[in-house]
């Protein structure tokens, strides 16, 4: 069981992170928070199409990218969140579902919590 966590933690730290990242970068290239996120979002979804984990994922990095801009722009604070969303995200994998918000509630409380 603590293979399957270790190896689901990693990739969702993978995923969140890139989202997160290129969420950031969408922004410092002149897009808002908004418009850097759903881009990220859609560029998640059409990329891995029925993988449904890995767009959640993704789009969980990109609400992460949507904090403030000078906290983002402290080097340990996507890593971080992003460990922390990934511990969350598989915590509650089969927990709230069909509840609205719950990718945005796992993207707000790492950075609540930092």
Do not use: D
């Amino acid at each position: 069981m603590w293979q399957k966590i270790n190896r689901g933690l990693w990739y969702q730290f993978f995923f969140i992170s890139a989202g997160a990242y290129l969420c950031l970068f969408l922004r410092t290239s002149g897009l808002t928070a908004v418009y850097a996120s759903a881009l990220v979002g859609l560029a998640g979804s059409l990329l891995f199409g029925s993988l449904n984990k890995y767009q959640s994922s993704v789009y969980i990095g990109s609400f992460i990218a949507m904090t403030e801009y000078t906290l983002l722009t402290q080097p340990t604070f996507i890593v971080l969140t992003s460990i922390i969303a990934a511990l969350i995200s598989i915590l509650t994998h089969n927990k709230l579902n069909g509840i609205g918000g719950k990718l945005g509630s796992t993207a707000f409380f790492p950075c609540l919590i930092l």
